[in-house]
């Protein structure tokens, strides 16, 4: 069953990422998204970077800074470090590409309870993403 999973979806995800890397002579910020559970000592929002080796600190810092500006709660490398982070292992294989994980507490975005998300404030997330994206495109 997990081979099976793995031949359908994660294998293809992979081989297409991968494919996409190649294609491009341009510097490349693969953003990995996840959400965590709103345990005691989680931040609001987790800048993962693997202790800044698969992200250089400036790219870390502009979407750290950029949820800050909004009033979240940001901290390096918590909940985890990204040690085991697929994504962030694969993409540092490529050169010229940065890899970093967002760490999305669910409090920020949805009512665990009822398991509702405010669509509100995923735009409002959506839309720091964007403007941190924006200026890493200005990044030399």
């Not at 409002?124 to 200026?135: F, S, T």
Request: aromatic content about 10%; overall charge positive.
């Amino acid at each position: 069953m997990i081979e099976a999973r793995l031949k359908s979806y994660y294998d293809p995800f992979y081989r297409q990422l991968q494919e996409m890397i190649q294609k491009t002579s341009k510097p490349l910020l693969v953003l990995d998204g996840h959400s965590m559970d709103s345990k005691k000592d989680r931040p609001e929002v987790g800048i993962v970077n693997q202790k800044h080796q698969s992200c250089p600190k400036k790219i870390s810092r502009i979407f750290k800074n950029a949820f800050e500006k909004e009033g979240y709660q940001t901290r390096y490398n918590v909940p985890y470090w990204g040690e085991r982070a697929n994504i962030l292992n694969f993409a540092r294989k490529f050169k010229g590409t940065s890899a970093l994980a967002i760490e999305l507490n669910k409090k920020i975005y949805m009512n665990e309870q009822k398991l509702k998300i405010h669509p509100a404030k995923i735009r409002r997330i959506r839309k720091i993403l964007k403007q941190a994206l924006k200026k890493t495109e200005k990044i030399e």
